[in-house]
């Protein structure tokens, strides 16, 4: 079992219940040592006397603040120590935000969070609940190792999840970092109709287990062929930059390869499942064959042939359903729902479903 890298407690309000911090995540990359070239002879860190040239023992390493050239504040551990806010020991909930909310790029690190004894569960397991049913997180800050962490605590199915997030002058500002970044949103077009299409037909479940460090497969393979002897297939380099030129037909084929391997894409969204059901009213065309391969095939949903008059009655939750994103997303733009761009699917089909709903013509 493993052992908690921190304990200490979290407060919110007046509540207070002790716990421990797990880690949450563990590294597998391969890692080597550093031999000197030509001998094999191993090298190793060793900290030194700078003056003396003698190697010094971690007791007796203490920190220094440089405060003129080669002048130095001592500072102790202990002196850290007495200075932390809580004294190290404790997560002090100053906010509740929503979870969504918290850009992605704060997030750093992930630590469970255990309460610390049975008597402790009721009242970690009432913060768990109140969480997960407002879908807010905890903001917190506490100390350890000498450093002072923002951080976000959250509810998963059955525990507490503490995420340390970057402060706000630690995240660095796109448009001043970059070198070149687009000067428009795309808004609209066939490009970005099939963009969406493509999006659509590869979208699935989230399942982490699908995915593998194929880097680190390689550079265990090397290793063990080094080792006896052999010799290692050099990788392919990285594809060419698609060209604007050459947009369309990259997307239409990428569509075309989307279709033939979504059939058999593990876990697939449910409405690349609907299969018969939705073919069973269409036309059994030549062009229909052909277009079968594609997700979000139009020739494969009758109800796409329908007369404008008949779309503008609006279409049963049923036949929308059989529609692709894409395609729900460009019915919402010819009829001028306001926020597409932001919806879901379901979100979209409930706005082309609702009678009377409210377009950017009659929102003016």
């Not at 008597?119 to 997960?132: D, F, H, N, P, Q």
């Not at 970057?166 to 970092?177: F, I, L, S």
Request: charged share 30%; glycine share 10%.
């Amino acid at each position: 079992m493993a052992r908690a890298i921190w304990t200490g407690v979290i407060t919110f309000g007046l509540v207070t219940v002790p716990v421990g911090l797990f880690t949450a995540t563990e590294d597998h990359t391969v890692h080597f040592h550093q031999l000197q070239r030509g001998t094999g002879d191993r090298i190793r860190n060793r900290r030194v006397n700078e003056r003396t040239g003698e190697e010094v023992s971690p007791a007796d390493i203490v920190k220094g603040y440089e405060v003129g050239e080669g002048e130095y504040v001592i500072v102790e551990p202990d002196e850290l120590e007495e200075i932390a806010p809580g004294r190290s020991k404790t997560i002090e909930i100053s906010d509740f935000v929503d979870l969504d909310r918290i850009e992605p790029v704060y997030f750093a690190r992930t630590y469970y969070v255990a309460p610390r004894g049975e008597e402790y569960l009721k009242v970690y397991e009432l913060l768990r609940a109140a969480l997960e049913r407002t879908g807010k997180a905890g903001v917190a800050t506490f100390v350890m190792r000498n450093k002072q962490y923002l951080t976000a605590l959250r509810a998963e199915d059955r525990l507490l999840v503490l995420q340390t997030l970057h402060w706000a002058d630690e995240v660095r500002d796109p448009g001043r970092e970059l070198p070149e970044l687009p000067s428009r949103r795309a808004g609209s077009g066939k490009e970005l109709d099939m963009a969406l299409r493509l999006v659509d037909a590869l979208s699935g479940p989230w399942e982490p287990r699908r995915y593998r460090d194929t880097y680190q497969e390689k550079v265990r393979a090397l290793v063990q062929a080094k080792a006896e002897g052999r010799e290692v297939a050099v990788a392919e380099g990285p594809p060419e930059a698609t060209g604007v030129v050459d947009l369309m037909a990259v997307l239409e084929s990428s569509l075309v390869r989307a279709g033939a391997s979504g059939s058999g894409r593990s876990g697939s969204r449910q409405d690349s499942g609907r299969g018969a059901s939705a073919r069973s009213g269409s036309r059994r065309s030549g062009s229909a064959g052909k277009d079968s391969g594609r997700a979000g095939s139009r020739a494969s949903r009758p109800e796409r042939a329908r007369p404008p008059k008949d779309r503008e009655r609006g279409a049963s939750r049923s036949e929308l359903r059989q529609l692709s994103k894409a395609e729900l997303y460009e019915r919402a733009g010819e009829q001028g729902v306001v926020g597409r761009s932001r919806m879901t699917r379901d979100q979209l089909v409930d706005a082309l479903a609702r009678p009377g709903r409210r377009t950017a013509g009659s929102a003016a």
